[in-house]
């Protein structure tokens, strides 16, 4: 079915064989390139989003340029990068369209927890950068009192895990935002977990396909989008699809 309300996907991978791609613990993606993107979501109405640097790509910036480069007006960049990159090397990639560094603690492939605070600080004082965590949420009580000091912080899949939810609320009630997407990576109701996080903070919610799904037990589905108009009124809806990563990745208005 065709989709007429604006989206914004805020979660994306593009997949590019012409640049450099490391397994990450054995596993390598197959290709998902831009075209593949715009004909998986030919009928989404996504006027946006935001390409998100895989552990498998770790610090690589060329695939991810080239493919906002292409992509055009309304995508933005996450990636990841060393702690020892300049502040020229930050200040060209803002230029490129990168809006937020990524620190994969569930798959590696990213900078090391130990620089989150130092690295985090910087790349927001410098450009305004956040920072986004794909966290299982059970762990987040180890980076509280960290993840308290950060400007912007963003929490990847809904946090993943029901054991841990009640910590990812505790950040959402101090501003942190996060990720409708990957919803069969999580071991939870979804709808109820949204609902909650909702309630805590009605400008906290972002939506993406997380497309292409690498390694999720299902691949995004139409029906993950049903799920978010079907349980919200429209008003809360045009905050998860747009107007909140609007926001967080600092659109032109």
Known sequence: MKFDKPIFDSHLHIIDDRFPLKPNQGYLP????????????ADLNIKGGAVVSGSFQEFDQEYLKSALAELGPGYVGVTQIPASTTDEEILALNSAGI???????QRGGSESITFLEQLAKRVYDLVKWHVELYVDSRQLPSLFTTLQKLPVVVIDHLGLSKAGFKHLLQLVDKGAYV???G???CDFDVVTGMRQIV???PNALV???DLPSTRAPRPFSEQDLQLVINNFPAPT????????????????T
């Not at 809006?99 to 603690?105: E, M």
């Not at 699809?241 to 600092?250: I, T």
């Open 99 to 105: 809006r937020g560094v990524r620190f994969n603690i």
């Open 30 to 41: 197959p290709t998902f390139t831009v075209a593949d993107y715009r004909q998986q979501t």
């Open 183 to 185: 919803f069969s990576r």
């Open 179 to 181: 990720k409708a997407t």
């Open 207 to 209: 939506f993406g396909t």
């Open 237 to 252: 809806v045009e905050k998860i699809l747009w107007s909140n990563a609007a926001k967080l990745y600092k659109l032109p």
């Open 199 to 201: 309630a805590a903070n």
